[in-house]
Protein backbone atom coordinates (compact mmCIF):
# COMPACT_ATOMS: atom_id res chain seq x y z
CA UNK A 1 0.00 0.00 0.00
CA UNK A 2 1.66 3.65 -0.89
CA UNK A 3 0.79 6.97 0.23
CA UNK A 4 -1.39 9.93 -0.74
CA UNK A 5 0.87 12.99 -0.07
CA UNK A 6 -1.40 15.75 1.68
CA UNK A 7 -0.61 19.40 1.70
CA UNK A 8 0.32 19.64 5.30
CA UNK A 9 2.92 17.54 4.92
CA UNK A 10 1.70 14.36 6.43
CA UNK A 11 1.44 10.79 4.53
CA UNK A 12 -1.98 9.60 3.92
CA UNK A 13 -2.43 5.72 3.70
CA UNK A 14 -4.70 5.14 1.02
CA UNK A 15 -5.64 1.61 -0.59
CA UNK A 16 -3.14 2.46 -3.48
CA UNK A 17 -1.40 -0.21 -5.40
CA UNK A 18 2.29 -0.52 -4.94
CA UNK A 19 4.07 2.15 -6.87
CA UNK A 20 1.49 4.70 -7.07
CA UNK A 21 1.90 7.85 -4.98
CA UNK A 22 -0.52 10.99 -4.94
CA UNK A 23 0.38 14.44 -3.91
CA UNK A 24 -2.85 16.29 -3.21
CA UNK A 25 -2.24 19.62 -3.79
CA UNK A 26 -4.12 22.69 -2.74
CA UNK A 27 -6.60 24.07 -4.82
CA UNK A 28 -4.02 26.23 -6.81
CA UNK A 29 -2.80 23.04 -8.55
CA UNK A 30 -4.14 19.80 -8.98
CA UNK A 31 -3.45 16.70 -7.83
CA UNK A 32 -0.57 14.65 -9.01
CA UNK A 33 -0.54 11.28 -9.62
CA UNK A 34 3.31 9.77 -9.51
CA UNK A 35 4.10 6.15 -10.62
CA UNK A 36 6.99 5.05 -9.40
CA UNK A 37 7.41 1.02 -9.43
CA UNK A 38 8.63 -1.15 -11.72
CA UNK A 39 9.06 -0.01 -15.20
CA UNK A 40 8.74 3.48 -16.91
CA UNK A 41 8.35 6.39 -13.89
CA UNK A 42 5.65 8.26 -15.20
CA UNK A 43 3.03 11.45 -13.37
CA UNK A 44 -0.22 12.54 -14.60
CA UNK A 45 -0.66 16.36 -14.11
CA UNK A 46 1.55 18.56 -12.77
CA UNK A 47 -0.03 21.40 -10.94
CA UNK A 48 0.32 25.50 -11.26
CA UNK A 49 3.11 27.09 -12.67
CA UNK A 50 3.93 29.14 -9.41
CA UNK A 51 3.84 25.82 -7.37
CA UNK A 52 5.87 23.90 -10.28
CA UNK A 53 9.42 24.41 -7.56
CA UNK A 54 7.19 22.46 -5.03
CA UNK A 55 5.95 19.90 -8.14
CA UNK A 56 9.60 19.14 -8.84
CA UNK A 57 10.82 18.74 -5.29
CA UNK A 58 7.97 15.90 -4.43
CA UNK A 59 8.96 14.29 -7.81
CA UNK A 60 12.68 14.24 -7.14
CA UNK A 61 12.19 13.56 -3.67
CA UNK A 62 9.82 10.22 -4.45
CA UNK A 63 11.69 9.41 -7.49
CA UNK A 64 14.86 9.04 -5.38
CA UNK A 65 17.48 9.64 -7.87
CA UNK A 66 15.91 7.71 -11.16
CA UNK A 67 14.70 9.77 -13.86
CA UNK A 68 10.98 10.64 -14.67
CA UNK A 69 10.31 8.96 -18.06
CA UNK A 70 6.75 9.92 -18.86
CA UNK A 71 4.84 13.11 -17.93
CA UNK A 72 0.78 13.02 -19.03
CA UNK A 73 -1.90 15.77 -18.97
CA UNK A 74 -5.59 14.55 -18.53
CA UNK A 75 -6.39 18.08 -20.09
CA UNK A 76 -4.63 21.39 -20.77
CA UNK A 77 -5.93 23.72 -18.15
CA UNK A 78 -3.20 26.01 -16.11
CA UNK A 79 -3.46 24.10 -12.76
CA UNK A 80 -2.85 20.64 -15.05
CA UNK A 81 0.10 21.30 -16.51
CA UNK A 82 1.86 24.76 -15.58
CA UNK A 83 4.38 22.13 -13.97
CA UNK A 84 5.36 20.86 -17.71
CA UNK A 85 7.93 23.12 -18.34
CA UNK A 86 10.30 23.05 -15.06
CA UNK A 87 9.75 18.59 -14.92
CA UNK A 88 10.99 18.95 -18.77
CA UNK A 89 13.91 21.31 -17.41
CA UNK A 90 14.88 19.21 -14.43
CA UNK A 91 14.37 16.29 -16.79
CA UNK A 92 14.95 16.68 -20.58
CA UNK A 93 14.09 13.61 -21.63
CA UNK A 94 10.96 13.12 -20.41
CA UNK A 95 8.16 11.79 -23.14
CA UNK A 96 4.89 14.20 -22.74
CA UNK A 97 1.76 13.11 -23.56
CA UNK A 98 -1.51 15.37 -24.02
CA UNK A 99 -4.99 15.12 -25.26
CA UNK A 100 -5.10 15.57 -28.85
CA UNK A 101 -7.41 18.57 -29.74
CA UNK A 102 -4.99 21.10 -28.76
CA UNK A 103 -1.99 19.99 -29.91
CA UNK A 104 -1.28 22.33 -32.67
CA UNK A 105 -2.05 25.43 -29.96
CA UNK A 106 0.73 24.36 -27.91
CA UNK A 107 2.94 23.29 -30.63
CA UNK A 108 2.99 26.89 -32.02
CA UNK A 109 1.62 28.20 -28.58
CA UNK A 110 -1.48 30.04 -28.80
CA UNK A 111 -2.20 31.36 -25.11
CA UNK A 112 -5.41 32.41 -26.31
CA UNK A 113 -6.48 29.22 -27.71
CA UNK A 114 -5.11 27.24 -24.80
CA UNK A 115 -7.68 29.96 -22.62
CA UNK A 116 -4.30 31.12 -20.66
CA UNK A 117 -4.52 34.61 -21.55
CA UNK A 118 -8.82 34.70 -21.39
CA UNK A 119 -8.81 33.37 -18.03
CA UNK A 120 -5.88 35.48 -16.44
CA UNK A 121 -3.54 32.94 -15.35
CA UNK A 122 0.06 31.91 -16.24
CA UNK A 123 1.45 28.57 -18.15
CA UNK A 124 4.80 28.52 -18.89
CA UNK A 125 5.66 26.90 -22.65
CA UNK A 126 6.12 23.47 -22.82
CA UNK A 127 6.44 21.17 -25.53
CA UNK A 128 4.64 17.70 -26.52
CA UNK A 129 5.80 14.61 -28.27
CA UNK A 130 2.88 12.60 -28.38
CA UNK A 131 -0.47 12.27 -28.00
CA UNK A 132 -3.37 10.43 -25.42
CA UNK A 133 -6.15 9.13 -27.66
CA UNK A 134 -9.41 8.42 -26.30
CA UNK A 135 -9.86 4.36 -27.32
CA UNK A 136 -5.87 3.75 -26.63
CA UNK A 137 -4.30 2.58 -23.89
CA UNK A 138 -1.22 3.44 -22.00
CA UNK A 139 1.14 1.28 -19.13
CA UNK A 140 1.84 3.20 -16.39
CA UNK A 141 3.73 0.87 -13.19
CA UNK A 142 3.46 -1.99 -15.11
CA UNK A 143 -0.35 -2.15 -15.57
CA UNK A 144 -2.88 -0.57 -18.50
CA UNK A 145 -4.42 2.12 -17.80
CA UNK A 146 -7.88 3.09 -20.60
CA UNK A 147 -7.94 6.25 -21.77
CA UNK A 148 -11.51 7.77 -22.49
CA UNK A 149 -12.59 10.94 -23.61
CA UNK A 150 -14.26 13.24 -21.10
CA UNK A 151 -15.57 16.76 -22.46
CA UNK A 152 -17.44 18.20 -20.47
CA UNK A 153 -15.27 20.85 -18.13
CA UNK A 154 -12.75 21.02 -20.77
CA UNK A 155 -13.84 19.56 -24.37
CA UNK A 156 -10.44 17.53 -24.89
CA UNK A 157 -10.02 16.49 -21.71
CA UNK A 158 -9.88 12.51 -20.70
CA UNK A 159 -9.62 10.09 -18.33
CA UNK A 160 -7.64 7.20 -17.02
CA UNK A 161 -8.81 4.06 -15.89
CA UNK A 162 -7.53 0.67 -15.10
CA UNK A 163 -10.11 -1.71 -15.02
CA UNK A 164 -8.05 -4.62 -13.13
CA UNK A 165 -7.97 -2.47 -9.92
CA UNK A 166 -11.03 -0.56 -10.80
CA UNK A 167 -9.13 2.96 -10.43
CA UNK A 168 -10.22 6.18 -12.04
CA UNK A 169 -8.19 9.33 -12.44
CA UNK A 170 -10.92 11.32 -13.27
CA UNK A 171 -9.22 14.53 -13.36
CA UNK A 172 -11.64 17.37 -13.44
CA UNK A 173 -14.92 15.32 -14.53
CA UNK A 174 -15.74 14.13 -11.19
CA UNK A 175 -14.61 15.43 -7.64
CA UNK A 176 -15.87 14.20 -4.70
CA UNK A 177 -18.34 17.24 -4.50
CA UNK A 178 -18.95 17.84 -8.24
CA UNK A 179 -16.93 19.05 -10.93
CA UNK A 180 -15.16 21.20 -13.07
CA UNK A 181 -16.75 24.49 -14.43
CA UNK A 182 -18.04 23.99 -17.77
CA UNK A 183 -15.82 26.25 -20.08
CA UNK A 184 -17.64 25.85 -23.41
CA UNK A 185 -20.99 26.95 -21.75
CA UNK A 186 -19.08 30.42 -20.99
CA UNK A 187 -18.55 30.36 -24.47
CA UNK A 188 -21.75 30.50 -25.54
CA UNK A 189 -21.65 26.59 -26.66
CA UNK A 190 -23.74 23.93 -25.51
CA UNK A 191 -21.82 21.36 -23.55
CA UNK A 192 -23.93 20.08 -20.23
CA UNK A 193 -24.99 17.43 -22.11
CA UNK A 194 -21.52 16.70 -22.18
CA UNK A 195 -20.88 16.91 -18.74
CA UNK A 196 -23.81 14.02 -18.06
CA UNK A 197 -22.59 11.73 -20.95
CA UNK A 198 -19.15 11.89 -19.51
CA UNK A 199 -20.83 11.16 -16.04
CA UNK A 200 -22.54 8.40 -17.44
CA UNK A 201 -19.44 7.38 -18.69
CA UNK A 202 -18.26 6.75 -15.49
CA UNK A 203 -20.96 4.94 -13.84
CA UNK A 204 -20.70 2.64 -16.47
CA UNK A 205 -16.81 2.18 -15.89
CA UNK A 206 -17.62 1.56 -12.08
CA UNK A 207 -14.87 2.01 -10.42
CA UNK A 208 -13.48 1.27 -6.99
CA UNK A 209 -11.44 4.79 -6.27
CA UNK A 210 -11.08 7.55 -7.68
CA UNK A 211 -8.49 10.10 -7.53
CA UNK A 212 -10.13 13.46 -8.73
CA UNK A 213 -7.94 16.64 -9.85
CA UNK A 214 -8.70 18.56 -6.86
CA UNK A 215 -9.42 17.25 -2.84
CA UNK A 216 -9.15 13.84 -1.87
CA UNK A 217 -9.59 10.03 -3.17
CA UNK A 218 -12.20 8.78 -2.69
CA UNK A 219 -14.61 5.16 -2.98
CA UNK A 220 -18.09 6.65 -2.75
CA UNK A 221 -18.94 6.93 -6.26
CA UNK A 222 -22.00 6.34 -5.91
CA UNK A 223 -22.79 9.46 -4.13
CA UNK A 224 -20.17 11.32 -5.99
CA UNK A 225 -22.54 10.61 -9.07
CA UNK A 226 -25.61 11.76 -7.64
CA UNK A 227 -24.31 15.16 -6.13
CA UNK A 228 -22.71 15.71 -9.38
CA UNK A 229 -25.99 15.35 -11.26
CA UNK A 230 -27.54 17.48 -9.00
CA UNK A 231 -25.20 19.76 -9.72
CA UNK A 232 -25.43 19.35 -13.36
CA UNK A 233 -29.33 20.11 -13.03
CA UNK A 234 -29.22 22.95 -11.34
CA UNK A 235 -26.88 24.61 -13.85
CA UNK A 236 -29.25 23.36 -16.75
CA UNK A 237 -32.41 25.06 -15.16
CA UNK A 238 -29.94 28.62 -14.47
CA UNK A 239 -27.45 29.09 -16.59
CA UNK A 240 -26.48 32.28 -14.95
CA UNK A 241 -25.93 30.49 -11.95
CA UNK A 242 -22.95 28.80 -13.47
CA UNK A 243 -21.77 31.49 -14.93
CA UNK A 244 -21.69 33.48 -12.06
CA UNK A 245 -19.94 30.42 -9.86
CA UNK A 246 -17.48 30.03 -12.79
CA UNK A 247 -16.61 34.15 -12.21
CA UNK A 248 -16.23 33.21 -8.26
CA UNK A 249 -14.08 30.20 -8.98
CA UNK A 250 -11.41 32.56 -11.43
CA UNK A 251 -11.59 35.33 -9.21
CA UNK A 252 -10.99 32.89 -6.31
CA UNK A 253 -7.99 30.83 -8.35
CA UNK A 254 -6.67 34.39 -8.73
CA UNK A 255 -6.73 35.17 -5.08
CA UNK A 256 -5.06 31.62 -4.29
CA UNK A 257 -1.94 32.52 -6.63
CA UNK A 258 -1.90 36.60 -5.19
CA UNK A 259 -2.64 35.71 -1.66
CA UNK A 260 -3.48 39.51 -0.92
CA UNK A 261 -3.92 42.51 -3.66
CA UNK A 262 -5.86 45.84 -3.53
CA UNK A 263 -9.48 45.58 -4.36
CA UNK A 264 -9.02 48.25 -7.03
CA UNK A 265 -6.24 46.48 -8.50
CA UNK A 266 -8.21 43.06 -8.23
CA UNK A 267 -11.46 44.40 -9.87
CA UNK A 268 -9.38 45.97 -12.66
CA UNK A 269 -8.03 43.17 -13.57
CA UNK A 270 -10.64 41.39 -13.59
CA UNK A 271 -12.87 43.77 -15.69
CA UNK A 272 -10.37 43.59 -18.57
CA UNK A 273 -10.04 40.04 -18.30
CA UNK A 274 -11.79 38.22 -21.83
CA UNK A 275 -13.83 35.79 -19.84
CA UNK A 276 -15.14 38.01 -17.36
CA UNK A 277 -16.32 40.23 -20.06
CA UNK A 278 -17.47 37.43 -21.27
CA UNK A 279 -19.78 36.49 -18.44
CA UNK A 280 -21.03 40.08 -17.93
CA UNK A 281 -21.94 40.24 -21.61
CA UNK A 282 -23.58 37.17 -22.12
CA UNK A 283 -25.54 36.53 -18.62
CA UNK A 284 -25.68 39.68 -17.05
CA UNK A 285 -25.86 42.12 -19.80
CA UNK A 286 -26.79 45.51 -18.43
CA UNK A 287 -25.52 45.26 -14.85
CA UNK A 288 -23.19 47.99 -14.19
CA UNK A 289 -19.22 45.98 -14.03
CA UNK A 290 -18.21 47.77 -10.79
CA UNK A 291 -21.55 46.75 -9.31
CA UNK A 292 -21.44 43.10 -10.62
CA UNK A 293 -17.86 42.62 -9.32
CA UNK A 294 -18.52 43.80 -6.15
CA UNK A 295 -21.52 41.30 -5.68
CA UNK A 296 -19.16 38.59 -6.91
CA UNK A 297 -16.81 39.53 -4.00
CA UNK A 298 -19.39 40.17 -1.44
CA UNK A 299 -20.84 36.41 -2.27
CA UNK A 300 -16.90 35.02 -1.73
CA UNK A 301 -16.92 36.99 1.58
CA UNK A 302 -19.88 35.55 2.66
CA UNK A 303 -18.91 32.05 1.86
CA UNK A 304 -15.80 32.23 4.05
CA UNK A 305 -14.07 31.93 1.01
CA UNK A 306 -12.24 35.71 1.19
CA UNK A 307 -11.76 38.61 3.71
CA UNK A 308 -11.78 42.35 2.83
CA UNK A 309 -9.80 44.09 5.04
CA UNK A 310 -8.54 48.07 4.29
CA UNK A 311 -9.23 47.79 0.61
CA UNK A 312 -7.36 44.78 0.67
CA UNK A 313 -9.11 41.31 -0.54
CA UNK A 314 -7.00 38.41 1.26
CA UNK A 315 -7.42 34.55 0.46
CA UNK A 316 -8.79 32.36 2.92
Not at 15 to 36: C, K, M, Q, Y
Not at 55 to 68: I, K
Request: proline share 7%.
Amino acid sequence: MTAVWHPSGMALPHALPDGITVFERGWLSANNVLFHGPGPTALVDSGYATHAPQTVALVRQALDGRPLDLLLNTHLHSDHCGGNAALQAEYPDVVTSIPPGLAQQVRHWDPVALTYQPTGQYCPRFRADRLLMPGAEVVLGQRTWEVHGAPGHDQHSIVLFEPHEGILISADALWANGFGVVFQELEGQHAFEEVGATLDLIEALRPRLVIPGHGGLFTDVAGALRSARRRLQGFVQDPARHASHAAKVLLKFKLLELQRVPYRDLEQWALATAYFSLILDRHFHGQEPATWFRGLVDDLVAAGAVALANGELINV
